[in-house]
């Protein structure tokens, strides 16, 4: 249902994320990013509770994949879940769970992660992933605009766009 892009720029120290959907109000209920710590999308039948709990175990100095490992261990219905998460470091992880609906995939790179779910064709996550990758050299949040872009271009969500947000932070 939701297609997102999570970075860090190591030369600036910004920690962005940039996501769209169908369902109302995205903004409000999947990303989640503190300053000086990591930002975290959760999507995918999602559970708003789950981000607060990443971005904790960030702040107490877990790394990504830990943090994956902590949710998996609390959240029983984690196979239905889509959640990728960049430190302050630029460390970057995903979880895709085996009960995500068709067309769901993430690509993680350098400091960054590109991941959807619900989505139109199997090539909306690799076109965000090249928009990324192309886009070296412009503004931060150009870049993430470019990834997103790209995804809707592509077709993006499998049930249209309705709800867009970009959130930047300096680490």
């Given at each position: ?23 109302l ?108 990758k ?27 766009h ?10």
């Open positions: 249902m939701t297609f997102c892009i999570i970075a860090r720029e190591p030369g600036s120290g910004l920690l962005g994320i940039a996501q769209a959907t169908n369902p109000s995205v903004g409000g209920r999947c990303p989640f990013i503190r300053s000086n710590v990591g930002a975290v999308s959760t999507q995918a039948y999602t559970d708003p509770g789950l981000g607060p709990l990443a971005i904790e175990l960030l702040a107490l100095g877990h790394a990504p994949h830990k943090v994956l490992k902590e949710l998996a261990e609390t959240d029983e219905h984690f196979a239905w879940r889509q959640v990728g998460i960049v430190d302050r470091h630029g460390r970057a992880a995903v979880h895709t769970g085996a009960q995500c609906k068709p067309h769901s995939d993430a690509i993680v790179g350098d400091g960054y992660l590109v991941m959807g779910n619900y989505l139109l064709t199997d090539q909306v996550v690799p076109k965000m992933d090249a928009a990324w192309a886009s070296a050299g412009r503004l931060f949040e150009e870049r993430l605009m470019a990834a997103v872009v790209a995804a809707r271009d592509e077709g993006g969500d499998l049930g249209g309705r709800s867009a947000c970009m959130l930047v932070y300096q680490t």
